[in-house]
């Protein structure tokens, strides 16, 4: 028998500790040992929870437990959660963690510390999707040339809502969190930090590459409204939020942000909490998973995936992002943000005016953007303004923050500019 210790009992855990009891015949022959949770760790023992097992309020209980094979570290957080697996490594325990912060910021420490000791992480990306082994295992023959996917199941709820429900976006955070989908901190799903997460663990397997979120550019989907969701609907797009990694030369592009994607795109059908990664390899195409990203069960369901592996190979390591001899990091560098390019929407709230549009469009124009289509409509409550909606032709990001800079100095332009980049 292989005894686990779970740190974080809460959405997580609980579904953890009750799969493995609800499905333990199967479990057991496919890991070929029984897998059994002997305790959990809580900060609040007085709590209700919906599990039958031991618990505790002291991680070092299990920490100093010599007869505890695994932890899996489900309690969130990022130092807090780094000195604890530190500590359980350092004790010889393998590890599992659905933590994506945590290995967004420590990923590489870990892999030195963890030596021959295994680390799972399916869960930290994707939720139930089996997105890691996919890229680490599935794809092993291919260079991958990029990766495009819904990652945040509670955005995607949020986005879906606001799209069918003509809902803002705060009356359904609520929502999100009732059900579980949401982080502890919900800036972190609605800041687009949560994808990010995701992505750079993603890129270390596709790519090798060493980044932090600082690195990379990140937009969330807090600025998005009905005027956005209005022009998406009159040209035929949805509004996702999506995480990018693309390879050329010997660059690297990382970036999550909303985009406006056709409602053709198999992408853009992708609705409520369900995530969807596509990733093009060199040799395979493209390939594309979809599932849910977010909520107990579902995540629990990657955690186990993890458990089954480490017990089914003996505890034996396999190389954490897939790189049994590493790669040369410095061959790859992460591309300057000024330089990426998309097509762009913008939102503008001005006077209404004569001569208003052609300021806009002349500040366009210097700056080298060509306009795709506009859309204008008054602005509710406010009879003396309007809504200018208007989206370009591909550029670069440098050129349109240089415009849109401009356009807020303009003294006709009432508010800040809002910016959407259009998928291409
Ligand atoms: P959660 O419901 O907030 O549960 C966190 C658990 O950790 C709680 O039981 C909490 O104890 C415990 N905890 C927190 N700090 C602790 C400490 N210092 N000592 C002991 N226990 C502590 O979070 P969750 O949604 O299950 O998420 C857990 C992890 O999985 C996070 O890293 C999250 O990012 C990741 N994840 C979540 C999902 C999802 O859909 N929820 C999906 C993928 C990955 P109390 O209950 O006593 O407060
Ligand atoms: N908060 C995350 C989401 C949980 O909404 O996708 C899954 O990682």
């Known amino acids: 028998m292989i005894k686990v210790a779970i740190i974080g009992v809460g959405t997580v855990g609980q579904s953890v500790i009750n799969i493995l009891q609800k499905n333990s015949k199967i479990i057991k022959a496919r890991a070929g040992k ?25 991680i070092d209980e299990v920490l100093n437990d010599k007869s505890i094979d695994i932890v899996v570290e489900l309690m969130g957080g990022v130092e807090e959660s780094f000195v604890v697996v530190k500590k359980a490594l350092e004790n010889n325990k393998a590890i599992v963690t659905a933590n994506k912060a945590l290995l967004a910021y420590h990923r590489y420490d870990l892999q030195k510390l963890a030596n021959d000791l295994p680390i799972g992480y399916e869960a930290s990306v994707a939720g139930g999707i089996p997105i890691i082994n996919a890229l680490k295992v599935g794809l092993s023959a291919n260079h991958i040339v990029a990766i495009k996917g819904i990652m945040n199941g ?19 955070l609520k929502e999100a969190q009732e059900l579980g989908y949401a982080e502890a ?18 890129s270390s397997i596709a790519y090798g590459i060493d980044a932090k979120p600082e690195d990379i550019l990140i937009e969330g989907i807090e600025d ?17 939020l999506l995480a990018i990694a693309k390879k050329y030369d010997n660059v690297v592009e990382q970036r999550v942000h909303p985009v406006l994607i056709k409602n053709t795109k198999m992408i853009a059908k992708v609705d409520g909490v369900m995530n969807s990664i596509s990733i093009i390899g060199d040799c395979v195409g493209e ?26 190979a003996g505890r034996r390591k396999s190389p954490m992002f897939g790189f049994k001899n590493p790669v040369k990091l410095t061959d790859l560098k992460l591309v300057n943000k000024d330089e990426i390019e998309s097509a762009y929407y913008l939102r ?19 700056n080298n953007i060509s306009i795709d289509a506009f859309l204008q409509k008054p602005i509710l409550h406010d009879k003396q303004g309007a809504t200018l909606l208007c ?26 500019v809002s910016m959407i980049r259009i998928d291409d």
Request: a neutral charge; charged letters at 25%; glycine letters at 6%.
């Open 185 to 202: 901190d919900p800036t972190f799903d609605v800041g687009g930090f949560d994808a990010a997460h995701k992505l750079l663990i993603l």
């Open 348 to 366: 503008m709230k001005t006077i209404d005016k004569p001569g208003v549009l052609a300021k806009i469009a002349t500040i366009l124009g210097n």
């Open 224 to 240: 998005i409204n009905q005027d956005d969701i209005e022009f998406a609907k009159e040209f035929g797009y949805s509004i996702k």
């Open 154 to 172: 509670t955005c995607n709820y949020i986005l879906t809502k606001m799209m069918n429900e003509n809902v803002e976006y705060k009356d359904v």
């Open 391 to 416: 989206s370009t032709h591909i550029c670069k990001e440098k050129q349109i923050i240089a415009a849109i800079k401009e356009i807020e100095n303009l003294q006709v332009i009432k508010d800040k």
């Open 287 to 312: 390939t594309m998973y979809y599932g849910p990203g977010a909520g107990g069960d579902a995540t629990a369901s990657a955690v186990i995936s993890d458990l089954v592996a480490i017990v089914r």
């Open 34 to 58: 029984e897998i059994k949770v002997v305790k959990g760790v809580v900060k609040n023992l007085t709590k209700k929870r919906n599990v039958n097992i031991e618990l505790t309020d002291n």
